[in-house]
């Protein structure tokens, strides 16, 4: 008995290091994360990509002899894939919270790359006149779509999958690629408008970026196909059967009867009063051939299949922003006000800064650009720095408080440095504020992911982080761009362009 017990110790142990967190294996872990970051690239590539390209994409789209009317265009369209997102995040959210996580992740990587992939294909305005406007609104109408959804079911599913040891870590993935995304976007705008003369860049040198996404969007559908699911996602599809049942019981008694689950004829036990049922469990509820429900005025018979059958019911009509919101709107309020930090902060340093640096600073575009990518790098890999020393025992939100008091305090003696037009300050600078918002954003999938159960994590996620980042940190960048859009035109794009 003794070598019996020894054997299956050996087989759990060797079973157990196969496995990257005791339930997947680490061949399929890996495959997952690659995945997931994939998804993530393509995501923040178009996005770089698209605002890079922004004064190029303005005259192939939107021709026109204002220079002041044809960037409101462009940024109006740009705008809609924003406007979007939240519709996104709760058609997304359902389908993630009710149909798997894997599924979730596979349509909206395709939905959100094939339009990509499509971009690079429209016709321009002198070709089909309004039409192509109208195609690229629909087209970036679609990836808001998709983006509402990909980035936050990728955070959940990280979060979900991951060693408990290794959360925070595993979750800043989603950051990382974030920071790959726009820096290989930034590279590939750079490499597209050094190569390509400016009068073939207008004519279809724009869009090699967009239809070299193709390549990552291929990859990204094939490690996504057949993706493990999530654990805590199947027992929260238990928890909420379990959840009916206890409505169940508790309308029951509110109409005056006793509860399935609570004394009932069972066929495997006898008793010896006849006005007397003996108790079941749940579990005999769902596995006997019938049942019979006590009440003061009559007897009711209710099968198993019954009981299944109601259930099943109201598994289908499971709504999980409902559910959000009737029981976890003050972590989603918290949330948004964390993103909405978050994503101003970010937007601040990659976006907003180099058109300052630009105008006030005498800085040119290019060295701005160079700036950019830099900062960028650093942030890179801040993040998993973050999310390494959260798991070893920093506490998470502790941390991120002591981050925003030093960013409020710095920003006024930050500012007043970069009208010194000092080359080395502004860098410095820009590095110390993408830094801090990389060392915050190591942290944020982690904190996030645990405000909400599983059976409404990703829309609760996905609305946060849109809600939050995406339409409230995003109006300083938008509105600074579009008012410095006629004067500074895009980041990248030279001036005879």
């Known amino acids: 008995m003794a070598s019996k017990d020894v054997v299956c110790d050996v087989q759990q142990s060797s079973d157990s290091s196969s496995r990257g967190n005791g339930s997947i294996p680490y061949k399929k872990l890996i495959q997952a994360l690659l995945a997931i970051s994939l998804g993530t690239i393509i995501e923040w590539y178009d996005f770089t990509i698209y605002t890079q390209l922004s004064k190029t994409l303005s005259k192939v789209f939107f021709p026109s002899t204002d220079p002041a009317l044809q960037a409101l265009s462009f940024w109006g369209v740009y705008a809609v894939g924003y406007i979007s997102r939240p519709v996104g995040a709760v058609l997304f959210g359902h389908l993630g919270d009710t149909k798997g996580r894997g599924t ?42 998709a983006m509402g959804g990909e980035f936050g079911a990728a955070m959940v599913y990280l979060h979900e999958i991951a060693d408990p040891r290794y959360k925070s870590v595993t979750g800043s993935l989603g950051y990382i690629s974030l920071g790959i995304g726009v820096v290989v976007g930034i590279l590939m705008v750079v490499l597209v408008i050094s190569v390509i003369p400016a009068d073939a860049l207008i004519v279809w040198g724009w869009r090699v970026p967009f239809l070299m996404a193709i390549t990552t969007l291929a990859a990204a ?89 109601r259930v ?12 959000l919101f009737r029981g976890y709107w003050s ?87 970069f009208r010194t037009q000092n080359l080395a300050a502004c860098w410095l600078l820009q590095a110390a504020s993408l830094a801090m918002t990389g060392y915050t954003m190591g942290i944020l999938p982690a904190i996030c992911s645990s405000i909400y159960p599983a059976g409404v994590r990703i829309s609760g996620f996905n609305l946060g982080y849109n809600l939050g980042k995406c339409d409230v940190g995003c109006v300083q960048r938008d509105a600074t761009r579009m008012a410095q859009q006629q004067r500074l035109g895009s980041l990248t794009a030279p001036d005879g362009m």
Request: with cysteine.
């Open 104 to 145: 979730c992740l596979l349509i909206s990587v395709l939905v959100m790359g094939i339009p990509t992939v499509l971009i690079g294909c429209l016709p321009s305005y002198h070709s089909i006149g309004i039409a192509a406007p109208v195609l690229l609104a629909a087209l970036r109408l679609t990836q808001g779509l």
């Open 331 to 417: 972590g989603l309020l918290l949330q948004m006000g964390y993103e909405a930090w978050i994503g101003a902060s970010f937007y601040l340093g990659y976006s907003w800064l180099p058109s300052f640096f630009a105008q006030y600073a005498g800085l040119s575009m290019m060295l701005t650009l160079w700036m950019v990518l830099t900062c960028m790098v650093l942030f890179t890999i801040v993040v998993p720095v973050a999310g390494y020393l959260s798991d070893r025992g920093q506490p998470r939100v502790t941390a991120t408080i002591c981050i925003c008091v030093v960013a409020g305090a710095a920003s006024v003696p930050m500012f007043l440095a």
């Open 312 to 323: 099943s019911a109201e598994d289908k009509h499971y709504v999980p922003v409902l559910e």
């Open 221 to 309: 559908v094939i490690l996504r196909y057949n993706m493990p699911e999530s654990i805590e996602f199947a027992t929260s599809r238990e928890e909420i059967d379990e959840d009916y049942r206890r409505r169940l019981k508790q309308q029951q008694k509110n109409q005056g009867g006793i509860a399935l689950g609570d004394t009932v004829t069972s066929s495997r036990s006898r008793s010896t009063s006849t006005d007397m049922a003996v108790a079941t469990t749940a579990a005999d509820v769902v596995s006997k051939d019938a049942l019979v429900v006590n009440s003061p005025d009559c007897k009711t018979a209710v099968t198993a299949a019954d009981v299944e059958s």
